[in-house]
């Protein structure tokens, strides 16, 4: 739990964008990612990343926090810029670094690139941070509704899904706790030879799965003995429903996709 | 081991939206020899304060120092290991770090890992064995065979394999049955005498504290809150019940009881029996006086 990537993470509190229907951001997220494909120029590039950063701000999470658990991505990032600078050969030649020739063509495809990478991370982290992974899967679930009349297996996938979501925290907490009753028997994750490594890893993945197969047949059985009965005719404790703010956020999403379309060439 | 805390704190997660400072500048000494019972409510920072105690964790802020090993806030210690060789933890919940094919590897694991000679080792086992009360014929049956308990029994060996000089027990009775649990405290108590271990005990059970433990820190919402001799501890009924412990059983009927009859019998450690025997004496000796 001690790590600082953020990426699935969710961060509790009480924004706009955490009362928002999980379905409207799913599907903002969705349509946002198709559509920073369109953006082609500087005036596009900063409509969408003034209507990114703002839902960012919007969360109240601290923005600092945000940028450190985008850490690994970021890597992503600069690594794909630095590609594109010294593959691209299209405009004039700028200046040179070691020999290497440096295309003003370059350095705005590589910035245009990484740029876009960087949006569509922010915007699914923006995602998970703000929406718990029960009304993740709820909202997939509504979504996927009108598959059932193919008799896709909607409500069984979106019930495997949140079980594997609900279970993740508690994976990793057992992960740390098992670690560290090895550790004290004598076991070293940290140093030593790559071999003796990998093996340290069996006394803590034994009970892992152990402990995991355990709760699971615990919890079928909980269900079971319940009379847990899925889809049809299974009411929620708490329904999602479209209010004010979905809509008026529905609204500004419009104006940012016209915004989007007009500004671009 | 000597045990001395110089002003630690702890922060899990420093700099996130989850930061949680667990423990707060916390002072205290432990000597050499000495039975201590560390008792608060849940999340008052008991678990973390003991993992301090083999360098699980490390003080964000502060130093600590066990025996002849010095633990500072961003300082890694080089000989970790011998550090841990020294000090036993049994976690709560042990059972869960059981994985060997038989109990018997599972007891030699911690040993072998320290580099303990096999001989050694297979003198320990059936020591142990003995000491936690399980027949040797359990030792080539798999751990995941065996009841809830007796799994519990195999974990707490295969800490004490290790022979440590410090043993730290977070709740290690915590969902057994009541004989179990007293077997398992009085084992502890006896080892304890037995090899003059160093014992840091985590509990719920305020009537474990009283009996066993010869020193007393409460912990609360991180800070050290009362620390002294049991016996003089838990007479402190308004301080206890104000971060939500309650008196032993025994100080509480004395403190009923006195209430109630007008008669007042000093608590020194007496036991159950002891007591009823004494109030069985006192009452005689009114009678006679009338
Ligand atoms: N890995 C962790 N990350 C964040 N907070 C934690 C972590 N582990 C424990 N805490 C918090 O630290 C506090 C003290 O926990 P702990 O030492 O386990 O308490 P105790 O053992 O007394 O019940 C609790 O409030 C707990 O929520
Ligand atoms: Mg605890």
Do not use: C
Not at chain 1, 187 to 214: C, N, S, W, Y
Not at chain 2, 159 to 183: I, R
């Amino acid at each position: 739990m001690s790590s600082k990537i953020i990426i699935g993470q969710y961060v509790p509190s009480n924004s706009v964008i955490h009362r928002l229907d999980p379905r409207v951001k799913l599907v903002t997220v969705f349509l946002f990612v198709i559509f920073v494909f369109f953006a082609n120029n500087t005036l596009s590039y900063g409509w969408l990343s003034v209507f990114a950063i703002t839902s960012a701000l919007l969360t109240k999470i601290n923005l600092k926090y945000i940028i450190r658990g985008l850490t690994p991505i970021w890597f992503l990032v600069i690594f794909t810029f630095l590609l594109h600078l010294f593959v691209t050969h299209e405009g004039q030649i700028l200046f040179q670094i070691f020999g290497l020739p440096i295309y003003s063509g370059a350095l705005i495809q590589g910035g245009a690139i990484s740029l876009r990478f960087f949006l569509l991370i922010l915007m699914t982290s923006l995602m998970t941070l703000t929406t718990t992974p029960i009304e993740i899967t709820d909202a997939i679930e509504l979504l996927l509704h009108p598959l059932k009349k193919i008799k896709f297996p909607v409500h069984e996938l979106a019930l495997m899904m949140s079980i594997s979501l609900r279970f993740i925290p508690t994976l990793m907490q057992e992960t740390e706790k098992i670690s560290k009753a090895q550790a004290s028997r004598g076991v070293d994750f940290k140093t030593g030879p790559l071999k003796e490594r990998i093996q340290a890893v069996v006394p803590l993945l034994i009970p892992l799965f152990v402990g995991a197969f355990k709760r699971a047949e615990e919890l079928a059985m909980a269900m079971e003995a319940r009379g847990y009965q899925g889809g049809e005719g299974r009411t929620k404790l708490r329904e999602l429903s479209i209010r004010r703010l979905d809509w008026s956020a529905m609204l500004v999403f419009l104006v940012v996709i016209i915004g989007l379309f007009l500004f671009r060439q | 081991m000597d045990i001395v805390f110089q002003q630690v704190s702890y922060i899990y997660q420093p700099n996130s939206p989850f930061e949680h400072q667990a423990l707060k500048n916390l002072s205290f000494s432990i000597a050499s020899g000495s039975f201590v019972a560390i008792v608060g409510h849940t999340g008052s920072g008991k678990s973390t304060l003991i993992q301090h105690l083999n360098g699980l964790l490390r003080p964000t802020v502060g130093e600590l120092r066990i025996g002849e090993y010095q633990l500072k806030a961003n300082e890694k210690l080089a000989n970790i290991k011998a550090l841990r060789r020294q000090v036993g933890v049994v976690f709560q919940y042990p059972e869960h770090q059981l994985f060997e094919e038989t109990v018997e590897k599972d007891i030699a694991f911690g040993p072998k890992n320290f580099g303990i000679a096999s001989a050694d080792i297979e003198r320990r086992i059936p020591q142990v064995m003995k000491a936690v009360n399980l027949p040797l014929d359990l030792l080539k049956r798999s751990p995941f065979e065996l009841s809830g308990g007796q799994m519990r029994r195999v974990a707490i060996a295969g800490v004490l394999a290790l022979e440590p000089t410090l043993l730290v027990l977070d709740e290690p009775t915590a969902g057994l049955d009541p004989k179990g649990q007293l077997e398992i405290m009085d084992m502890f108590a006896a080892l304890h005498k037995q090899k003059g271990l160093t014992t840091v005990l985590v509990t719920h059970n305020m009537e474990d504290a009283l009996k066993y433990a010869d020193h007393v820190i409460i912990l609360e919402n991180g800070t050290k809150y009362l620390e002294g001799k049991p016996e003089d501890i838990f007479i402190e009924k308004e301080k206890l019940e104000s971060v939500q412990l309650d008196l032993p059983e025994e100080i509480q009927f004395l403190q009923t009881f006195q209430q109630r009859f007008g008669l007042s019998i000093p608590y020194r450690g007496q036991s159950i029996t002891e007591l009823a025997h004494e109030i069985k004496q006192r009452l005689e000796g009114m009678n006679q006086n009338e």
